[in-house]
């Protein structure tokens, strides 16, 4: 008896589906049979285990016909990936992660490549709960299309949006076009990638002068813990597996701040274990002036690049992450809508820092952000750090 069935039809390869690698086989299929890798992976999900290496190994066979079909323009190859990725993947505990990630790059592939009239039908049929993957996978593709402005003028997208709301799903809150300050979203420019030099970060932002009044407000500082707060904050990073828990940590002072102190030397004395040692390795501290779709842009493009060993969340995930963090940094309640939330982080001053520590990296990324609010007596850090000296050290 065959142990693995599941085969092509006539065609280019007479070998098993789930050993198919060459990714023009996979695409001539899709082009030509589209249905032989739908029923394949079916037949392969209902054969395996949720949990185990089975599982996995199914899973990684189904994401790749998947990806293919998602690529592959037709309304048939969009509603076959969409089933695949929603209905069909293993759902147990130890590949729900991977999932949720291969849901969620499915999406973006589906939003690139297919065209909207090929996608609209899939939003016919109304969901009943937020947790069924099905459910997650359509949200997913809302969230994509929103972000590129395919969305508008969709009855039935909206309808979808309006009943996902309804559910609570976690991405029914984002706003359903794209706004001003989110225009540096997967956009990617040459020579603008990570700042790794104090150079580079005094070439693309103006530096603030450090003080002595700076220092001193610094050590005055009460810090408040906030537990919540800081893992929301963080989570950008911590979504997109970046190889180091981030920091963030929420201050106040006992009476407002000069804004000209609001600079490096001031956040070298803040009780901060990213600064931990500054000034006993070679090169200087330096802080730079910046504005909120920077850091707004820098938190998206944490969680949708993902750390060099991590987790690349897809568009609209990254984009809930980077909003839920730019609210914890503000100090905002969750219901504040996003374009009074801009305005106020307008009236907030931000900075981005560099330092030489033994807490940051200095090879793959590092980001630092600072804000002082309005009143000038609460001020917030962020920090992170990534590596794949690891990855290195395993190759």
């Given at each position: 008896m065959n142990d693995n069935p599941v085969t092509p039809g006539d065609g280019a390869s007479r070998r098993p589906?789930?050993?198919?690698?060459?990714?023009?086989e996979l695409k001539l299929l899709a082009e030509s049979r589209p249905e032989e890798l739908y029923e394949a992976a079916e037949r392969l999900c209902r054969d395996v285990s949720d949990d185990g290496p089975a599982g996995s190994a199914a899973l990684r066979t189904v994401g790749r016909f998947a990806d293919v079909l998602a690529e592959t323009r037709s309304r048939e190859c969009a509603r076959f990936a969409v089933d695949l990725v929603g209905r069909l993947l293993p759902v147990g505990p130890a590949h729900r992660e991977e999932g949720d990630l291969l849901r969620r790059s499915v999406a973006a592939k589906l939003a690139r490549s297919q065209q909207l009239r090929d996608l609209a039908p899939l939003f016919g049929e109304l969901s009943d709960t937020a947790q069924d993957p099905s459910t997650d996978v359509r949200a997913c593709l809302l969230g994509e299309l929103a972000l590129i402005g395919a969305w508008q003028g969709r009855p039935a997208l909206d309808a979808?949006?309006?009943r996902l709301r309804?559910?609570?799903?976690p991405l029914a809150v984002l706003p359903r076009t794209r706004l001003d300050v989110e225009h540096r979203f997967t956009?990617?420019?040459r020579g603008l990638g990570s700042v790794k030099t104090s150079a580079q970060l005094r070439s693309r932002f103006p530096e603030v002068p450090p003080t002595d009044s700076g220092a001193a407000a610094g050590r005055a500082v009460g810090q408040v813990p906030d537990g919540t707060r800081a893992r929301a904050a963080s989570e950008p990073f911590t979504a997109g597996g970046w190889a180091r828990e981030p920091e963030a940590r929420f201050f106040t002072l006992p009476s407002p701040l000069d804004p000209d102190d609001f600079n490096i030397s001031f956040v070298k004395e803040l009780p901060l274990d990213c600064l931990a040692g500054e000034g006993t390795r070679r090169g200087g501290a330096v802080a730079c002036r910046t504005a909120p779709d920077d850091v707004l842009n820098t938190l998206f493009a944490?969680?949708?690049?993902?750390?060099?060993n991590g987790r690349a969340q897809g568009g609209a995930y990254a984009r809930l992450y980077a909003w839920n963090s730019l609210y914890a940094l503000l100090g905002l309640p969750t219901d504040?809508?996003?374009l009074e939330a801009v305005g106020q982080a307008l009236d907030h001053r931000w900075l981005r820092f560099m330092a030489f520590t033994d807490w940051f990296h200095h090879d793959t990324a590092d980001e630092a952000l600072a804000v002082l609010d309005p009143t000038r007596t609460r001020v917030t850090v962020l920090a992170a750090t990534d590596t794949d000296a690891d990855a290195d050290a395993d190759g």
């Open positions: 589906l789930g050993e198919l690698s060459d990714a023009a979808y949006a309006e309804e559910l609570g799903h956009v990617r420019v944490a969680a949708y690049d993902g750390g060099v504040v809508p996003f």
